[in-house]
């Protein structure tokens, strides 16, 4: 079904494209619904045992959350927010871990060559190998999403179980999730599923449920069901995500900017070489009484020095 | 005056430079139709400043860009880079520090100074109209490399600890620090090539200044007038 696809569609610091771009292949989506979220955990754990990830020492700060945020060792964390609003109270769970943009911050701001990549089915995956630890992807995710591993010197983040999907299976989360919010599939089938989720939400007096796609980072891989879909932030997701500006001006704009400046600098002193050459004494210049005979010390191998 | 009576005779086979024995502590002396110019810790700074700026240049550049990726090669790859560049750069730092200790009084700019630096005087600078002009020791456009090279510095060090260490700040201050260190290495390295320019082909004889110390009077005359005549005017001094 979705097994495909793992051609890759584009990489960190790449100097050419990575794809034919000729392949139709599918773009996948997990599908997130907060509002049948029952916070059981049931996708902490199975992250965790599929990924083989070690043990964490859970963190209380008094709510049900496992820890206060995301770990290189925890790719998967429900977080629990509580929100008074209009008079009422809301006990809103969420389902966190890398959303998979369709523009990427993390790759995008990535120095080493092929650490992050995208695959031509939308999933986000990091290179272990060729990751370098320098942490730049953690400026560049408009999710605080990547986590960096200080025993190994690297990043670490939801890969959205590459392993199963490339295999035809569903992500570890989707396999153990109880309630149905959770579900995988082509991108397309997932809003068709999002959006009657959501109809059904407006139905039942949610007015203001949405999808949750944000336009800003080209769409994301995995998509949310929010019953309060004009207020992402009560969830401790961004209004409006964007790559941010100041990475992309800096990749775009000041970096050949800055290589302009190099070659400019080099071209000139070249330029100004062939014009003028070197500024060295004339020969019948200074006063006598400033040019003693050289003497002849053998010492004098620079070339140029004085009046030859 | 011992020195002195040396310095006074030509050097001998295998007795080495008496004016490079001179430079090893003193500098504006002159001796035969040499000047002593920068001493022995003025060099050493100068080229250890130079080897690390080098140094945080090569493993800086394949992180700057993938184009240059293969330069990380000359030091066993990308992660040797990312680990050996925030260290070169804190000695780099460090040697700063220590060239701005060395120079900083000799650096203050004057009324002339200003003169060089107007576009007019830069032109006649680089067009070689400006024999007669008013230039001692160092000139404007030295001096102005000077505190360029300071500031830039401390630029890239304050902007390359935040990048050593992100997660301590905040999205704000590391965005600027990657915008900042990048503008700041971009001028710096700009900055350099003029630098190595006029410090090797397009000034004959000013390269030896830093290598031994010393420069012939004809050079000193050409490029330093007024040094030259302060220098040669005086009784020749010794380091004592």
Redesign the interface.
């Known amino acids: 079904m979705t097994g495909d696809g793992l051609e890759i569609r584009q990489s960190s ?3 050419w494209g990575s794809s034919t771009e000729l392949r139709n292949l599918k773009v996948v989506s997990k599908y997130i619904d907060t509002s049948t979220c029952i916070g059981c955990k049931a996708c902490e754990v199975a992250c965790q045992e599929w990924n083989d990830l070690h043990i964490v020492p859970t963190e209380q700060a008094g709510t049900y959350q496992t820890m206060p945020s995301l770990d290189a060792n925890y790719w998967n964390l429900i977080k629990f927010r509580e929100v008074e609003a209009n008079g009422s109270f809301l006990w809103l769970l969420r389902k966190d871990g890398c959303m998979h943009c369709g523009d990427p911050g993390c790759l995008k701001a990535c ?3 092929g650490a992050i990549v995208q695959y031509q089915n939308g999933i986000v995956d990091v290179n272990p190998e ?1 990751c ?5 992807c ?2 560049g995710c408009p999710f605080d999403v990547p986590r ?1 591993a200080a025993a190994t010197d690297k990043m670490a983040k939801c890969t959205l179980c590459v392993d199963r999907v490339q295999v035809g299976l569903e992500p570890a989360c989707v396999k153990a999730c109880p309630t149905g919010c959770l579900h995988f599939g082509e991108k397309t089938e997932m809003v068709a599923l999002g959006n009657a989720r959501v109809d059904q939400l407006k139905k039942n007096g949610f007015a203001q449920a949405a999808l949750y796609d944000p336009p800003g980072v080209g769409g994301t891989t995995v998509i949310t069901v929010l019953a309060h879909g004009d207020r992402p932030e009560w969830y401790g997701l961004p209004k409006d995500p964007q790559v ?1 500006g ?2 992309r ?2 990749k775009n704009v ?2 050949p ?3 302009l ?2 070659a ?3 071209f ?2 070249v330029g ?2 062939l014009a ?1 050459g ?4 004339r020969p019948d ?2 006063s006598p009484k ?3 005979g ?2 002849n ?1 053998g ?2 191998k ?6 030859r | 005056m011992r020195r002195m009576a040396l310095t006074d005779r ?2 001998q086979n295998g007795m080495g ?1 008496p004016a490079m024995a001179l430079a090893r502590r003193t500098e504006d002396v002159v001796v ?2 040499e000047i002593v110019r920068e001493r022995l810790s003025a060099r050493l700074v100068h080229w250890t400043v130079a080897l690390t700026f080098f140094v945080c240049l090569f493993t800086g550049l394949p ?5 240059l ?1 293969s330069l990380a090669n000359l030091f066993g790859g ?2 040797v ?2 680990v050996l560049h925030p260290w070169a750069g804190v000695a780099f730092a460090a040697a700063s520090v220590l060239m701005f200790g060395q120079w900083v009084s000799q650096m203050k700019l004057t009324p002339a100074d200003r003169e060089f630096l107007t576009p007019r005087g830069l032109l006649r600078y ?3 109209r400006n024999e007669d002009a008013d230039v001692g020791k160092y000139n404007g456009g030295q001096k102005l490399l000077f505190w360029a090279a300071a500031l830039g510095a401390l630029g890239l060090l304050a902007t390359g600890l935040v ?1 050593w260490f ?2 301590g700040f905040g ?1 704000r201050l ?3 620090s ?2 900042l260190h ?2 700041a ?3 710096f ?3 350099i ?2 630098h190595i ?1 006029l410090g090797t ?5 000013t ?2 200044s830093m ?2 110390g010393t420069v ?4 000193a ?3 330093h007038p007024r040094w030259y005549r302060e220098v ?1 005017s005086q009784r020749p001094k010794t380091d004592t």
């Open positions: 610091a790449s100097v120095p080493a060559p060729a370098i630890g320098c942490k730049m953690e400026t960096y941010p100041a990475v001006f800096w000041l970096r900017l800055g290589a400046a190099i400019a600098s080099f000139a002193m100004h070489y003028f070197p500024k060295e004494p210049g200074g400033d040019e003693p050289k003497r010390d010492a004098e620079t070339k140029g020095d004085g009046p | 030509p050097p430079d035969g139709d992180i700057w860009t993938p184009y990726g990308l992660h880079c990312r680089f067009q070689y990048m992100p997660l999205q590391r965005e600027a990657y915008l990048d503008v290495f971009s001028l390295f700009a900055m090539i003029g320019y082909a397009a000034e004959p004889g390269f030896r290598i031994r012939t009077k004809s050079w005359q050409l490029h040669t």
